[in-house]
């Protein structure tokens, strides 16, 4: 025969006892679950909160040290920019500077015997103004031509025996190294009308008119060097220099430059 409980169930012990508990139990495990799951969250924010603040603390601590160290080598920085800034300045001059002690050699290796000078100047730029009036014994016209020439230029006045001599000059003038032009401003004879020697007089014992004879032809040149590069403003370099004028001519060298004179305007003729 088979066994049968007659005991109630909610009478009934022991492991064959129904559960009574119902769906309460599963919600208590739920809820102790989520706070586990939320105080393992909070801990682990905590964590990762207190390593970010470690990490900034050691950043701070090394852009303080970088920038103590900078400030210990900001001497030797300012050295260095002071030293560049000098460089540049050294060399922009070096590089706007004009030779011209080249060009003043130059010019009296092409010079010609049948010229002399009665003054030179020579100007970095025509902004240069020199002390006096007259600016070198040029004309007008002279200063004109000077202020077309941004770079260095030379302003020459001086005489030639006739104008076939000025001619041969302003080409020997074009050999100089660095010269692009070279503008006449005036090249003239004496006046036909008043003889040499008036002119000579006139112009206080030959200081400012060189033309003793009357083929002698006074000139006025200016040489340019536009390719030269233009000096920076407070650089600029003038020289000027006032020819003595030319001896007294003896007898025999006036019949001399006076053959010469003749044979020329035969040859040209």
């Not at 109630?8 to 022991?14: F, L, S, T």
């Not at 300012?78 to 030779?99: C, G, H, I, K, Y």
């Not at 020439?149 to 080409?171: I, K, S, Y």
């Not at 083929?215 to 030269?228: G, P, Q, R, T, Y």
Request: hydrophobic letters at 40%.
């Amino acid at each position: 025969m088979r066994p049968v409980n007659l005991i109630p169930p909610e009478e009934r012990r022991g492991p064959n006892a129904p559960l009574r508990s119902g769906p309460l139990a599963y919600i208590l495990v739920g809820a102790l679950v989520a706070v586990l799951a939320g105080v393992a969250a909070l801990v682990l924010t905590n964590n990762e909160i207190a390593d970010r603040e470690s990490e900034v603390a050691r950043l701070e601590a090394e852009d303080a040290r970088a920038k103590a160290k900078a400030e210990r080598l900001s001497p030797f920085t300012q050295f260095r920019n002071m030293r560049e800034q000098r460089v540049a300045t050294v060399t922009s001059l070096a590089n706007s500077r004009f030779d011209w002690e080249r060009v003043m050699r130059e010019l009296s290796l092409v010079f010609p015997e049948d010229a002399w000078l009665v003054s030179l100047t020579a100007t970095a730029s025509p902004e240069v103004s020199l002390e006096g009036s007259g600016q070198g014994g040029g004309s007008g016209e002279t200063r004109q031509l000077r202020e077309s020439a941004p770079g260095p230029a030379l302003e020459l006045v001086g005489c030639a025996t006739g104008q076939e001599a000025v001619a041969r000059f302003v080409t020997a003038l074009k050999d100089i190294d660095g010269v692009t032009r070279v503008a006449i401003a005036s090249s003239e004879l004496p006046d036909e009308n008043s003889g040499a020697g008036d002119v000579a007089g006139e112009s206080g014992g030959g200081n400012e008119d060189c033309r003793t004879r009357e083929f002698i032809s006074k000139f006025e040149l200016v040489v340019a060097f536009d390719a030269a590069p233009i000096p920076v403003v407070g650089s600029s370099e003038s020289v000027t220099a006032e020819a003595p004028p030319p001896a007294e001519e003896t007898e025999s060298e006036d019949e001399s430059q006076a053959e010469t004179a003749s044979s020329e305007t035969s040859e040209g003729g």
